[in-house]
T-cell receptor, first 112, second 113 residues
Framework: DQQVKQNSPSLSVQEGRISILNCDYT??????FLWYKKYPAEGPTFLIS?????DKNEDGRFTVFLNKSAKHLSLHIVPSQPGDSAVYFC???????????FGTGTRLKVLA | GAVVSQHPSWVICKSGTSVKIECRSL??????MFWYRQFPKQSLMLMAT?????????EQGVEKDKFLINHASLTLSTLTVTSAHPEDSSFYIC?????????FGPGTRLTVL
């Protein structure tokens, strides 16, 4: 049972445009969410986080939106740059634990 | 952010041998570390939670006798893949929590021939 889902395995966006990566979850007890960027054969790099008590968090070009009623979060990257091309994972933490569950990832390709 | 290192970054071994992977927190102490495994084009799968000074907690389906975890100090956790077989070939990643954020090591690519 996949508790964290990223239904789009890949996404292509033109440089300078907005990239929107989506993530859905099923467990209402998740209280903290993270987005990671990963290059092949490297460990994930933390991008941005959001607590379940918020609905938006912004850091530079990256903004994460959380819709608790829909159990949905999204990562917006604007403007997109070729260096943003990577696999993006969302991850969710269960309340009272330190364990994160990862989505399956979305491969973003930003075209120059 | 917090820095987590792994060693080795890449290892090739013969089937039947054991391989030890080290995970270190470089600028902070970590009472809890996590070990993940990633197959090509798949998500990171949590294998186990490594607890300093006590036994690791394994996720369902992970063989604890196959993947030995030792968290002997606040800055070091080790994962030993015992009697490795080709199906154990994978990318192994460790992480540690700092407050609610999880910082990852660079990963270890294990290839078992």
């Amino acid at each position: 049972d996949q508790q964290v889902k990223q239904n789009s395995p890949s996404l292509s966006v033109q440089e300078g445009r907005i990239s929107i990566l989506n993530c859905d979850y099923t467990n209402s007890m998740f209280d903290y969410f993270l987005w990671y960027k990963k290059y092949p054969a490297e460990g994930p790099t933390f991008l941005i986080s959001i607590s379940s008590i918020k609905d938006k968090n912004e850091d530079g070009r990256f903004t994460v939106f959380l819709n608790k009623s829909a159990k949905h979060l999204s990562l917006h990257i604007v403007p997109s740059q070729p260096g943003d091309s990577a696999v993006y994972f969302c991850a969710a933490k269960d309340r009272g634990t330190y364990k994160y569950i990862f989505g399956t990832g979305t491969r973003l390709k930003v075209l120059a | 952010g917090a820095v987590v290192s792994q060693h080795p970054s890449w290892v090739i071994c013969k089937s039947g041998t054991s391989v030890k992977i080290e995970c270190r927190s470089l600028d902070f102490q970590a009472t809890t570390m996590f070990w993940y495994r990633q197959f090509p084009k798949q998500s990171l799968m949590l294998m186990a939670t490594s607890n300093e000074g006590s036994k690791a907690t394994y996720e369902q389906g992970v063989e604890k006798d196959k993947f030995l975890i030792n968290h002997a100090s606040l800055t070091l956790s080790t994962l030993t893949v015992t009697s490795a077989h080709p199906e154990d070939s994978s990318f192994y990643i460790c992480s540690a929590n700092v407050y609610n954020e999880q910082f990852f090591g660079p990963g270890t690519r294990l290839t078992v021939l």
